[in-house]
């Protein structure tokens, strides 16, 4: 293939999002080229503070696609396989990849998918199409696979913050990754799940998906209400949500001795934290921040949504590219919308 041009959303400003025509290069010895079929909008690119460093971009991470083309050399791939294709992917050699911390391999923070998932076509990398493409089984919608990657990073998340059976889990901010940790507590064998939000509308679904108990923070003290249903000892593991000094110093204050703090969201760079060491240190408090997903957990991933999680009742939205501009919006405003997925 020749370079040529494709329809994709460009990302300049958070209310300055374009449809444009943007370069496709040739397709390259061991890359593939993907028509792509949808795409769910990710709340970290609502954040604006992390996507102004990056703009102008072509959004989108959370891709479906079809194979259109095959570069030289790639095998086992045909046109009209579906696929799931990771934005960035691992050189699988280096010290970070043996010991499986693939987010800080220097090939996975350089890898992204050409231009980006919000858009008709895009060109996956050679290091990607070794790494980290997965097939989509047949009886798998593009919606419900358009979750591999979020869900991925929350596979990762509380394998690292040690979810398991018998926990009670605190999960602080009902969107939709607050939403796939109680759908995944529930199926790792957590014993109580509580889920905490300000918006009525999360708290109910949230319920409906799993959580045993729901706290509006808007109405109660958190910490009260889960000391209440944890004979006073308050969560196994936290899940903070929200990227705020606000949620993360609420969420330790609702762990339980001994438990675990879970931050699944950055902060801006130059927000600082006074961590509390004398309670943390008498209390046995472990702090775990966990970026991104690697490999293991877009495998892992795929397997729990092929075993039917049910990931496809999180859809409240849905576009075409033209849509993605309003689509964010709704992911920022952060009220009714949980995934909005877009298909170019
Ligand atoms: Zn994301
Ligand atoms: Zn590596």
């Not at 040529?4 to 370069?23: C, F, K, N, Q």
């Not at 394998?159 to 796939?180: F, K």
């Not at 472990?286 to 092929?306: H, I, N, R």
């Amino acid at each position: 293939m020749a370079a040529t041009t494709t329809r994709a959303i460009v990302y300049h400003t958070s209310d300055d999002l374009r449809l444009e025509e943007v370069r496709l290069p040739a397709l390259k010895p061991g890359e593939l080229l993907v028509r792509i079929r949808a795409c769910g909008l990710c709340p970290g690119e609502a954040m604006d503070w992390y996507m102004a460093r990056k703009a102008p971009l072509v959004p989108g991470h959370e891709p479906v696609g079809e194979v259109v083309g095959t570069g030289e050399g790639v095998a086992g791939y045909a046109s009209g396989d579906r696929i799931f294709v990771h934005h960035h992917a691992p050189c699988l050699v280096c010290r970070h990849c043996r010991r499986g911390d693939y987010v800080h391999c220097e090939t996975f923070r350089r890898t992204k998918l050409i231009p980006g998932g919000l858009s008709e076509f895009a060109i996956v990398p050679a290091e990607v199409v070794r790494a980290d493409v997965l097939r989509i089984p047949p009886g798998l919608s593009d919606e419900a696979a358009t979750f591999v990657e979020p869900l991925a990073c929350v596979v990762k998340a509380a394998h690292r913050a040690g979810i398991g059976p018998g926990d009670r889990i605190l999960v602080i901010g009902l969107g939709v990754m607050g939403m796939l940790h109680v759908l995944l507590a529930r199926r790792l064998g957590a014993e109580l799940i509580i889920g905490a939000d300000r918006v009525s509308s999360r708290l109910s679904r949230s319920a409906q998906l799993g959580a045993d108990l729901v706290v509006d923070v808007t109405r109660e003290s958190l910490p009260d209400a889960v000391r209440a249903c944890t004979d006073g000892a308050g969560a196994d593991v936290v899940v903070v949500g929200p990227g705020t000094v606000e949620a993360i110093q609420l969420g330790f204050d609702c762990v339980a001795p001994g438990g675990t703090l879970s931050l699944f969201t950055p902060t801006p760079p130059d927000v600082v934290w006074p961590f509390p060491v004398h309670d943390a240190y008498f209390r046995e408090i472990t702090v775990v921040p966990s970026y991104s997903a690697g490999p293991p957990e877009t495998k892992d991933a795929l397997q729990w949504l092929a075993a039917g999680l049910p990931v496809e009742a999180l859809v409240t939205h849905r576009y075409s590219l033209d849509g993605a501009a309003e689509g964010y919006r709704l992911v920022r405003e952060a009220t009714e919308a949980l995934k909005v997925v877009v298909r170019p």
